[in-house]
């Protein structure tokens, strides 16, 4: 069975510009969640999607969004980047079953520098 | 606010000895735990969940639960170089919580 895939790998922005990350998840999989990481912060949940919907959402400006497809496909964008947005965004999937928080496993990130 | 402390190390430990990393958490009501595995610019790869009070053995690892001391461990028997990484706790709520994470560096 396929990984979670993330596209693109790598990203460089500049300052004021938006960006739109996409992340596939394991095949079966209905749960989409998003994670930062930073050097100084570690992972820093960002929201999550299930079913097309926003399930849960962690403490981020609303300059971060995100949506679900049908196919369980995410997406996240993040509007007028700052040079703090400079991260490692990982997406994260697992069945989610019932309301108990089940195993995710992550895809292999995009890495975002803005500059 | 949630909370998962870990130590940030890093942890040495030589070739062949068992590395103990350890995690305490603050809400009281977490259910689930797990043991995520992160190389050096790769993504976090999952080793263990544990659920239950007490020990959880897989193969070299094995995962201990304290509720009462709302307290979780990983334990790496036969440490190997290729066991360097940073090593993540995370404890369910409403999402997943994450420490820090530790790092180890088994030296030959």
């Known amino acids: 069975k396929a990984g979670v895939t993330q596209t693109p790998r790598y990203l460089i922005k500049t300052r004021g510009q938006q960006v739109t990350l996409s992340c596939s998840p394991i095949s079966g999989h209905r749960s989409v969640s998003w994670y930062q990481q930073t050097p100084g912060q570690g992972l820093q949940f960002l929201f999550e999607?299930?079913?097309?919907?926003?399930?849960n959402k962690g403490n981020f400006p609303g300059r971060f969004s995100g949506r679900q497809f049908s196919n369980s496909r995410s997406e996240m964008n993040v509007s007028t980047l700052e040079l703090g947005d400079s991260a490692l965004y990982l997406c994260?999937?697992?069945?989610?079953?019932?309301?108990?928080?089940?195993?995710?496993?992550f895809g292999p990130g995009t890495r975002l520098l803005v500059l | 606010q949630k909370e998962v402390e870990q130590n940030s190390g890093p942890l040495s430990v030589p070739e062949g000895a068992i590395a103990s990393l350890n995690c305490t958490y603050s809400d009281r009501g977490s259910q689930s735990f797990f043991w995520y595995r992160q190389y050096s610019g790769k993504s976090p790869e999952l080793i263990m969940f544990?659920?239950?009070?007490g020990d959880k053995e897989d193969g070299r690892f094995t995962a201990q639960l304290n509720k009462a001391s709302q307290y979780v461990s990983l334990l790496i028997r036969d440490s190997q170089p290729s066991d360097s990484a940073t090593y993540l706790c995370a404890v369910n709520g409403r999402e997943l919580i994450f420490g820090t994470g530790t790092r180890l560096q088994v030296f030959p």
């Open positions: 994260a999937s697992s069945f989610r079953q019932g309301k108990s928080q089940e195993t995710q496993y």
């Open positions: 544990i659920y239950s009070n």
């Open positions: 999607y299930f079913s097309e919907t926003q399930r």
